[in-house]
């Protein structure tokens, strides 16, 4: 059973960076397509890029185009969510989640990180 392990969130001051990553137990996670999704309080959770299995593609929403980043570390069965240039909307709860596709729909997601908490304020 595949287990995802978040960490690296926390507090940064506007245009600050963080990064994020998913540790993967129980399975091999270039085998799995890995979506990074948000919620921010009284919100729906979206969708902020994927990678997908094999041939690593990504995906990313409008919002974060050019300031985030995701990729893979196969040896440490890590995908890593790197953020710069945070501003206070980006302050949210953020999960990763293994599945099938590289689409940034919730539904096609099997398996999900705990959270993590990134908030953005000076």
């Known amino acids: 059973q595949l287990q995802l392990v978040q960490s690296g969130g926390g507090l940064v001051q506007p245009g600050g960076s963080l990064r994020l990553s998913c540790a993967a137990s129980?399975?091999?996670?270039?085998?799995?397509?890995i979506g990074w999704f948000r919620q921010a309080p009284g919100k729906e959770r979206e969708g902020v890029s994927c990678i997908s299995s094999r041939d690593n593609i990504t995906y990313y929403t409008d919002s974060v185009k050019g300031r985030f980043t995701v990729s893979r570390d196969n040896a440490k069965n890590t995908v890593y969510l790197q953020m710069n240039s945070l501003k206070p909307e980006d302050t949210a709860v953020y999960y990763c989640?293994?599945?099938?596709?590289?689409?940034?729909?919730?539904?096609?997601?099997?398996?999900w990180g705990q959270g993590t908490q990134v908030t953005v304020s000076s």
């Open positions: 129980g399975a091999t996670l270039d085998n799995y397509a």
């Open positions: 989640a293994a599945g099938t596709l590289c689409v940034l729909w919730r539904n096609v997601y099997s398996y």
